[in-house]
């Protein structure tokens, strides 16, 4: 069976901190790896996503995450925050095997000024 | 970019009625679409796969007969609450499958029944 952990749930940082968010999937085969924000009131947006090639991702709004295989992981950094990303982190894995599009509990960032 | 438009964003129902929700790929078209549920502060469980042209692929526990799917086009994929009662009061979300983008969601369906 294919499953997304989030090891974060809840995560509090003040403003410029460095941020790097768990997750770990679980799937033998090939899989896409995607990470999505969702801000207060708003709908899910990407941020990046791994399909193959070069294991280090960058996205948008300075965000990266690097996959690496060995591990199973994906997990998401950013040198330093700001408070505009205060909001609710998925990661998500589709593998096609099978056809699905799952995702993690999602972790919760608040950002202090 | 890919664009994924659902409709309606907010709808509230009597018990025992049923809504339903529409998701349309705007510029690009989507052969496979996904129907997620988000409860409160929680992530989104996918209810199934919908497959244009053929019958949509459910989750386990997630009622076929209650939660109608139909992908009848490359861009539309409908899913229908049937009979629906006020345990189904959830906020609903489409996503659709665009190679360039990957996969992109819609703004999501705030259903309430009353």
């Known amino acids: 069976a294919q499953s997304v952990s989030q090891h974060n749930h809840h995560v509090i940082l003040s403003e410029a901190a460095s941020l790097e968010l768990g997750c770990n999937y679980s799937y033998g085969g090939t899989v896409n790896l995607f990470w999505y924000v969702q801000y207060p009131g708003q709908h899910l947006q990407l941020l990046l996503k791994y399909f193959s090639g070069d294991p280090l991702v960058k996205g948008i709004k300075g965000f990266e995450a690097e996959f690496i295989k060995s591990k199973f992981s994906f997990n998401l950094r950013k040198p330093s925050v700001q408070w505009s990303d205060t909001a609710e982190y998925f990661c998500?894995?589709?593998?096609?095997?099978?056809?699905?599009?799952?995702f993690g509990a999602g972790t919760r960032l608040a950002v202090h000024p | 970019g890919a664009v994924v438009s659902q409709h309606p964003s907010r709808v509230i129902c009597k018990s025992g009625t049923s809504v339903k929700i529409e998701c349309r790929s705007l510029?690009?078209?989507?052969?496979?679409m996904f129907w997620y549920r988000q409860f409160p502060k929680q992530s989104l469980m996918l209810m199934a796969t919908?497959?244009?042209?053929?019958?949509?692929?459910?989750e386990q526990g997630v009622e076929k007969d209650k939660f109608l799917i139909n992908h009848a086009s490359l861009t539309l994929s409908t899913l229908t609450v049937t009979s629906a009662h006020p345990e189904d009061s959830s906020f609903y979300i489409c996503?659709?499958?665009?190679?360039?983008?990957?996969?992109?969601f819609g703004s999501g369906t705030r259903l309430t029944v009353v």
């Open positions: 998500g894995m589709f593998s096609g095997g099978y056809n699905k599009l799952i």
């Open positions: 996503s659709a499958s665009d190679r360039a983008y990957g996969y992109t």
């Open positions: 919908s497959n244009e042209g053929s019958k949509a692929t459910y």
């Open positions: 510029d690009f078209q989507a052969t496979t």
